[in-house]
């Protein structure tokens, strides 16, 4: 199999900071197959695996029940979830099974009405959970700061580091990190970007 320069640099960039191997890097057919996304929400304890995207379309079952994981479980509102999202949290997945992790993405937050953000202690006032554009998310034994890693790996928006979990969003392209409990400084990697 041909290994394209741009997956070279980005699983070079990769292996520098210690994460797995993209899981794309030797499969140039990744992102046009089918995807799935397992979730588990830690205030309810609900868990669900959704085949999202089949066949270069939206599932729309599945992605009703995806918009559903990532509700505002404060307000009892749902609303649609970005798709970009979506494949963010996909790829983010994808990248841990083929290193060996299997786990479900624990959904901290996903989607916030404007009432229950301006009660969330920080939250940015123009936060992109009012848009269904953002989660904050951790895996069982998966250190905050790889995840955070990997994400912000991917360039696709905002990504911030905490203590127990990871902010990610779609929205414009910025990192920062919490200085709460000792966490580390944020790291980011650069990467070479496909135009």
């Known amino acids: 199999m041909k290994l394209h320069r741009r997956d070279f640099l980005l699983a070079a960039g990769a292996s520098l900071?210690?994460?797995?191997?993209?899981?794309?890097?030797?499969?140039p057919n990744f992102?046009?197959?089918?995807?799935q996304l397992w979730l588990y929400r830690?205030?309810?304890?609900?868990?669900?695996?959704?085949?999202?995207?089949?066949?270069?379309?939206?599932?729309?079952?599945?992605?009703?029940?995806?918009c559903y994981m990532l509700r505002d479980s404060h307000d009892k509102t749902m609303a649609a979830m970005d798709v970009n999202l979506l494949n963010l949290l996909y790829g983010l997945q994808q990248w841990l099974h083929n290193a060996g992790i299997r786990q479900p993405l624990v959904v901290h937050s996903g989607l916030?009405?404007?009432q229950h953000n301006a009660n969330v202690e920080g939250a940015a006032r123009n936060s992109m959970h009012m848009y269904g554009k953002a989660a904050d998310i951790a895996v069982p034994g998966v250190e905050p700061q790889m995840l955070f890693n990997m994400?912000?790996?991917f360039g696709m928006g905002g990504v911030g580091l905490y203590p127990t979990f990871?902010?990610?969003?779609?929205?414009?392209?910025?990192?920062?990190s919490a200085k709460v409990g000792g966490i580390k400084d944020a790291r980011v990697v650069q990467t070479a970007k496909a135009k």
């Open 42 to 66: 830690k205030d309810s304890r609900e868990n669900g695996n959704y085949r999202f995207w089949t066949g270069n379309a939206i599932d729309g079952d599945a992605y009703s029940w995806l």
């Open 112 to 114: 916030r009405t404007p």
């Open 166 to 176: 990871v902010h990610v969003d779609t929205g414009r392209k910025r990192y920062w």
């Open 17 to 27: 900071i210690g994460l797995p191997r993209p899981v794309w890097a030797n499969n």
């Open 31 to 35: 992102w046009s197959q089918p995807r």
């Open 151 to 153: 994400a912000a790996y």
